[in-house]
């Protein structure tokens, strides 16, 4: 019975061991403020839908890939969604720090990249603040979907602020759907390729990419416009006074909208990350 109890012990502790990767909220939030003290940091939020392609077995992952980033089943050839994991692979492993929902979701994940350092999702927010912060009167660019939405929400919020003499960060959005527009659907290899054009013709002090299945290859590509980059999730839409519906508006937020309201007064014949991910997101 002894011997049976050291070896619980011994698993038991093994198990925590492969599992401190995954950080506390204390060093979490002391994680982050290193972080932003790199001059190219790289910040990764993995949603669902690209973690289930990373951990994969290999011969799902080319049916993955095609099934998430494209329309058809004929858009990619086995072999060059094999080569287009080798970009999501690189990118996770070149990330500093990582943020996913759940730690008790992913062990597999976890104890398969022990060399990096996981977050949960809740520290974005914190991230997020910090970054607004740090860079301020600095050129920030978003990568996401209701690209101008956000802009004039962003012009609403700062307006007071820039009639005093300068607004606390300078902000341009891509919208996503409209880089996506004019590509094949059926070809997702185009459809990164036209992300990777537009950032091109932009210069900026940091990168920020809603994430989706395509935002791993372009948050890798930012390392040529040598800039510090993150993934995050849609919860930096509540820092414009955005937010999901209109029951979930604080009362205080007296120039907030809601997605549903907006969708209700527009109409986009191509949502680019429901493309992309195949689920509404929003």
């Known amino acids: 019975m002894k011997l049976l109890s050291k070896l619980k012990d011994l698993f038991k502790r093994k198990g925590i061991a492969k599992e401190r990767n995954f950080l506390s909220d204390s060093e979490s939030e002391k994680a982050v403020l290193r972080l ?8 990764l939020y993995l949603d669902n839908l690209t973690l289930e392609i990373l951990q994969s077995k290999k011969r799902e992952t080319s049916k993955l890939i095609e099934t998430y980033l494209s329309n ?3 858009g990619i050839s086995e072999s060059s969604s094999t ?3 080798k970009d999501y692979l690189k990118a996770v492993d070149e990330a500093d720090l990582i943020s996913l929902d759940s730690k008790t979701k992913h062990t597999r994940f976890l104890k398969e990249h022990e060399g990096l350092n996981f977050v949960s999702n809740t520290v974005i927010q914190q991230f997020l603040s910090l970054i607004f912060h740090k860079f301020s009167n600095k050129r920030i660019l ?3 979907s209701h690209a101008s939405l956000v802009e004039i929400q962003y012009a ?11 607004s606390e960060f300078k902000l341009k959005c891509l919208d996503v759907d409209q880089l996506l527009c004019d590509t094949d659907k059926s070809n997702c290899y185009e459809g990164i390729d036209a992300i990777k054009m537009a950032l091109l013709s932009y210069s900026c002090d940091v990168l920020l990419i809603q994430a989706s299945p395509y935002s ?3 948050s890798l590509f930012a390392t040529i416009l040598k800039c510090p980059c993150a993934v995050i999730d849609n919860s ?5 006074d955005i937010y999901k519906t209109k029951d979930s508006i604080p009362s205080s937020k007296k120039n907030a909208i809601s997605l549903e309201d907006y969708h209700a007064s527009t109409s986009e014949d191509f949502n680019a990350i429901n493309h992309l991910s195949k689920t509404p997101l929003d």
């Open 83 to 85: 080569y287009l994991l």
């Open 216 to 218: 791993l290859p372009i």
């Open 236 to 240: 930096f839409y509540e820092f414009f």
């Open 156 to 166: 609403k919020k700062y307006a007071d602020k820039s009639s005093r003499g300068g």
């Open 36 to 43: 932003l003290e790199k001059e190219n940091f790289r910040f």
């Open 142 to 144: 978003i990568l996401c």
């Open 72 to 74: 058809s089943n004929s």
